[in-house]
């Protein structure tokens, strides 16, 4: 099965995770993953929750990295246009990708903070500190690896599985191995 693998350069600017999020849509998309489907509610939950986390707290450029499973051809791209918003073009490439298998797709975001991801009390009226306890509850797989001078954090999810409890306990019901844990990315 051919994985295709397609990237997105990210400034280290909090509106970032907007175009992010679009850019990733639009991507699923071209793969006939309709955006309102659970898979996709889900990877576009995930790809926020990274690009935030790199943005906010590593004040360094990032890469969005994208594996998909099942492309026969390469999904629309806006490489060949120039940038509205003064962003470097994405890149997409069809490139077999490291680590995922097939029927799993791989989100990663890699930036140049080589800070690992540490775990981070975030109390029960705080409004951040929950985005990786979300990963962890959402994703089959994730996890975070040195990259260059920086680290990249993934994340994997089987397209074949559905959301089951562990979104119930990223939404504040059920018991999570990280029950009054936080982790954030630094």
């Not at 990259?147 to 397209?159: V, Y």
Request: charged letters at 20%; aromatic letters at 4%; hydrophobic letters at 40%.
């Amino acid at each position: 099965m051919q994985v295709l693998q397609v990237q997105l350069e990210i400034r280290p600017d909090p509106t970032e995770v907007g175009r992010a999020r679009r850019w990733a849509r639009s991507r699923l998309a071209g793969l006939g993953i309709a955006a309102d489907e659970p898979l996709a509610e889900t990877l576009i939950l995930l790809v926020s929750e990274l690009v935030t986390n790199a943005v906010v707290h590593t004040g360094h450029a990032a890469v969005l990295r994208l594996s998909l499973p099942g492309a026969t051809a390469a999904p629309p791209t806006d490489a060949g246009a120039p940038p509205t918003d003064g962003a470097v073009p994405p890149t997409d490439a069809a490139v077999p990708p490291e680590a995922p298998t097939a029927g799993t797709v791989r989100v990663e975001v890699a930036d140049g903070s080589s800070r690992a991801p540490v775990p981070r009390c975030a109390g029960s009226d705080a409004t951040g500190g929950r985005g990786l306890a979300l990963v962890d509850c959402l994703a089959d797989r994730w996890g975070w690896s040195p990259e260059g001078a920086g680290k990249s954090i993934w994340c994997e999810l089987d397209r074949c599985t559905r959301p089951g409890q562990s979104a119930a306990v990223a939404y504040g019901s059920g018991l999570s191995a990280y029950e009054g844990v936080a982790f954030e990315a630094v």
